[in-house]
């Protein structure tokens, strides 16, 4: 990954998700950063209903065991989880599923309730929620083919549009095959503050080699579900050497 500001190199990796100008453009550069080779599948790799065969064989669109399918974008349903604690521990009955060879949390009492295609939503309006949505949004906004629809469904902020904008003028020019790469897992997170409308959260994720990055994600409720706040000032990931302070969570 190049440093924000830079010019891209002429040895710089082609894929669209690695060439300076879509890292520029992307507000959540620590997520560019940490899983930005997950576009890096075959192109002959294809979604699965399921969740069993998306854990092992690391295809991308399984839908979220627990969820039903996302209709037309219909009011969510009711869920189970009305906990307001925020979690010292791994919260119980959290399933993960691969989306792109990412292992996603969902959870039959806090979320994604309804699923299709590449949006998942419908969140438990509690700290379990926030940070299965962040989880779950962070990567898709990003690893999505739909990545578009994502975006405008699921994030809000002052620097949204500019992402749309300056990604979809980026993958004009980009070709059209992507090299394999690395790509990070969530390894642990902790909350830095929480309420029913706003929730700070820090995800840590660890790379093949070893290598922790935590990047820190705002979840805002609107519109009766958890969108993922895209600033215009992006703040950037930040090594870490352990999992010391923070709760330990992943799902591989």
């Known amino acids: ?142 690893a999505a083919d739909d990545w578009m629809e994502v975006t405008r469904a699921q994030t809000v902020g002052a620097g949204r549009d500019a992402y749309i904008e300056d990604r979809a003028a980026a993958e004009e020019t980009a070709p059209p095959d992507a090299e394999d790469g690395a790509h990070g897992q969530i390894a642990g997170f902790r909350f830095v503050t929480y309420s029913d409308t706003a929730a700070v959260i820090q995800t840590v994720w660890r790379f093949p080699d070893g290598r922790m990055q935590a990047a820190t994600t705002t979840m805002l409720w609107q519109d009766g579900d958890w969108k993922l706040e895209y600033p215009a000032e992006p703040a950037a990931p930040t090594p870490v050497d352990s999992l010391a302070g923070y709760t330990a969570w992943g799902g591989v």
Do not use: N
């Open 1 to 142: 990954m190049t440093e924000p500001g830079s010019r891209a190199a002429a040895d710089e990796p082609r894929s669209p998700w690695l060439r300076t100008g879509f890292v520029l453009a992307a507000a959540f550069i620590g997520f560019v950063a940490v899983i930005g080779a997950v576009v890096a599948v075959s192109p002959d790799d294809s979604g699965t209903d399921d969740p069993a065969a998306a854990q092992t064989s690391g295809a991308g669109t399984a839908r979220p065991p627990g969820s039903t399918p996302a209709g037309d974008g219909s009011p969510c349903p009711e869920l189970a989880d009305e906990q307001q604690d925020t979690p010292t521990a791994a919260p119980d009955g959290v399933t993960w599923t691969l989306y792109r060879a990412v292992a996603l949390p969902s959870s039959e009492a806090a979320g994604p309730a309804v699923a299709g295609g590449d949006v998942a939503r419908c969140y438990a309006r509690t700290p379990v929620g926030a940070l299965l949505a962040s989880s779950q949004i962070s990567v898709r906004y990003l």
